[in-house]
């Protein structure tokens, strides 16, 4: 199939051959694992994502507005979600002495001993999902879905308002 050659829908209305439903099922089926493996932890699905994006922030300045922006939450999302890490005493809100409007976050110890063992954890199912790939077949399967992506982040028109 060339570059300029698009695919024809699935025979039959078939959707299991969408490759869009087949990434999203393997989306769901990696989301079930990774709850099961960070609930010993104290955490949900919706924690661990901010959790980890702290402790790889960890010697950089990491603030709420900045945490936010790569998790892709708005600001009162983010702020309840925060609320709860707190709450857990796994991570603290710190206000800039130079900058009173600017929040930095930081881990507790708690919070810090959980995040570190979380990219072993994610490390372990990608492994799994990966098993019997070689290294080209994982470079060349990276490298396929950063095509997707490209081509679904400039050829598909924004919502209203983006």
């Given at each position: 199939?060339?570059?300029?050659?698009?695919?024809?829908?699935?025979?039959?209305?078939?959707?299991?051959?969408?490759?869009?439903?087949?990434?999203?099922?393997?989306?769901?089926?990696?989301?079930?694992?990774?709850?099961?493996?960070?609930?010993?932890?104290?955490?949900?699905d919706?924690?661990w994502?901010?959790?980890?994006?702290?402790?790889?922030?960890?010697?950089?300045?990491?603030?709420?507005?900045?945490?936010?922006?790569?998790?892709?939450?708005?600001?009162?999302g983010?702020?309840?979600?925060?609320?709860r890490?707190?709450?857990?005493?796994?991570?603290?809100?710190e206000?800039?002495?130079?900058?009173?409007?600017?929040?930095?976050?930081?881990?507790?110890?708690?919070g810090?001993a959980?995040?570190?063992q979380?990219?072993?954890?994610l490390?372990?199912?990608?492994?799994?999902?990966?098993?019997?790939f070689?290294?080209?077949?994982?470079a060349?399967?990276?490298?396929?879905?950063?095509?997707?992506y490209?081509?679904?982040?400039?050829?598909?028109?924004?919502?209203?308002?983006?």
């Amino acid at each position: 199939m060339n570059s300029q050659t698009v695919a024809s829908p699935p025979a039959h209305g078939l959707i299991e051959q969408s490759i869009g439903y087949q990434m999203r099922r393997i989306v769901s089926l990696m989301g079930s694992e990774v709850d099961r493996r960070v609930e010993p932890l104290g955490l949900t699905d919706a924690q661990w994502r901010p959790l980890l994006r702290i402790f790889l922030a960890s010697g950089q300045e990491s603030t709420v507005a900045a945490l936010a922006r790569v998790c892709q939450l708005d600001a009162g999302g983010m702020t309840r979600l925060l609320d709860r890490l707190e709450a857990k005493g796994l991570c603290r809100r710190e206000r800039s002495q130079e900058d009173r409007r600017v929040v930095h976050l930081a881990l507790t110890e708690e919070g810090h001993a959980a995040a570190a063992q979380l990219p072993a954890l994610l490390l372990d199912l990608q492994n799994t999902a990966l098993h019997g790939f070689s290294e080209a077949d994982t470079a060349a399967f990276r490298s396929y879905l950063a095509r997707i992506y490209e081509n679904v982040t400039t050829r598909l028109t924004p919502p209203d308002g983006a």
